[in-house]
C-alpha cells in the first residue's frame, strides 16, 4: 500500500516536472516565431497657405504683420488660396481687407482689392464718408511733403469783394480741419524718403462737405496745410465736442469740424451766389474802411474771418 502512494507521487511529480518543462519550449519557439511588424501611419501632404494672422476688418489696408504663411493640407485644395511658391506675400501689402476676415483665414484674390484696381478707393472709404478730389501743387501742398495717410487743414484763399479801384482784397480762410489725405494723384502710399509732388488730392470728408468742396474750387485757390502727427489742436477739439445752442443742429464729424460762417452756410445748402452776397456784405469797400479808420492810399493788411475783420 505504501509502495503504490510513493509510486503514484513520483509519476505525478515527473508529470508535473515534464508538463513544466514542456510549457517553456513552447513559450520559447512562440516568442522566437514572433515578427514584430511596423505600422505605417498615413501622412497627408500640406502645403504653405497665406493667412490672416488676426481679425481683418473691413476697409483695413494691409501691413505684412497681418499676415502669415500656415502649413495646410493638400487634399482639395482650392485654387482661389494664395499657396507658397506659387504666390508672394508682396502682392498683398498695401490692399485693402473688401470683407471682414477671421484670425487663420486664408487669403484669396476675392477678398482684397489691391490698388488699381475696380473698387478700391470705395473700400478704403470708412462707412458713410466720401473721397473727393481737389487741385494742388507743390506750393500748395507743402512742397510734397504731405503724403497719403496725414492729416491736413484746408485753407481757401478768394476774393471776396471788389475794390472801387479795380483792385480785389484776397481773403485766406481756414475753411476745414483736421481732414485725412487718402491719395496723392493715383497713389495710396509714398516711397520712403520721397517727397511727392502731385496734382491732385484726395480726402475723407461727409457727404455734406463733398459738396461744400466741390463749390470751394469754384470760388478761390485750396491750399493744403500739414497738420503735426500727435498734435491737438484746441479749437478743432472744442467745436468738435461743444454741443450745438438750442435751436440749432450741426452736423460734427471729428474729420471736419465746424470753422466759420462761411462752412455753416454750405453745410446748410446754400448755393454760390447767396455765399458771394454774405462776403461781399463784410468786405466792401466802404465797410473795410469804416472798419479800418482809414482812407483809400494806406498798404494796410485786412484780415477778414466771417463777420470779424483784423488790421
Not at 503504490?4 to 509519476?11: A, M, Q, S
Not at 485725412?180 to 520721397?194: F, K, N, R, S, Y
Not at 448755393?271 to 463784410?282: G, K, L, P, S, Y
Amino acid at each position: 500500500m505504501v509502495v503504490r502512494v510513493v509510486v503514484l507521487l513520483g509519476l505525478a511529480l515527473l508529470i508535473g516536472v515534464g508538463t513544466v518543462i514542456f510549457a517553456q519550449n513552447w513559450i520559447a519557439e512562440q516568442r522566437e516565431g514572433l515578427v514584430p511588424v511596423e505600422i505605417e501611419v498615413a501622412t497627408t501632404p500640406e502645403r504653405m497657405v497665406l493667412v490672416t494672422r488676426t481679425n481683418l476688418p473691413r476697409g483695413l489696408i494691409v501691413r505684412p504683420e497681418n499676415l502669415a504663411w500656415q502649413a495646410w493640407p493638400t487634399d482639395n485644395l482650392p485654387q482661389s488660396y494664395a499657396v507658397q511658391g506659387a504666390r508672394d506675400i508682396q502682392e498683398f501689402i498695401g490692399s485693402v481687407v473688401r470683407v471682414e476676415m477671421a484670425a487663420g483665414e486664408p487669403v484669396t484674390d476675392v477678398k482684397m482689392v489691391k490698388p488699381g484696381e475696380r473698387g478700391f478707393m470705395a473700400a478704403v472709404l470708412k462707412p458713410g464718408m466720401r473721397a473727393v478730389s481737389v487741385p494742388i501743387s507743390d506750393t500748395r501742398a507743402s512742397a510734397g511733403f504731405i503724403s497719403p495717410g496725414d492729416r491736413v487743414d484746408v485753407i481757401l484763399t478768394h476774393e471776396p469783394g471788389g475794390g472801387g479801384d479795380g483792385r480785389g482784397r484776397m481773403v485766406s480762410e481756414t475753411i476745414f480741419k483736421d481732414v485725412l489725405v487718402l491719395a496723392i494723384d493715383q497713389a495710396l502710399a509714398t516711397p520712403e524718403g520721397q517727397a511727392r509732388i502731385g496734382k491732385t488730392a484726395t480726402l475723407e470728408v461727409t457727404p455734406r462737405l463733398a459738396e461744400a468742396f466741390t463749390l470751394m474750387t469754384q470760388l478761390g485757390t485750396i491750399t493744403l496745410v500739414l497738420r503735426p502727427l500727435e498734435a491737438v489742436d484746441q479749437e478743432s477739439l472744442i467745436a468738435t465736442l461743444e454741443e450745438p445752442s438750442k435751436g440749432e443742429t450741426e452736423e460734427k464729424t471729428p474729420s471736419a469740424a465746424y470753422v466759420d460762417p462761411t462752412q455753416n452756410l454750405l453745410l446748410e445748402g446754400e448755393d454760390e451766389h447767396a455765399i458771394r452776397r454774405q462776403a461781399q456784405t463784410f468786405t466792401s469797400p466802404r465797410d473795410v474802411s469804416a472798419l479800418i479808420g482809414g482812407g483809400g492810399g494806406g498798404g494796410a493788411v485786412v484780415i477778414i474771418r466771417g463777420n470779424g475783420v483784423q488790421r
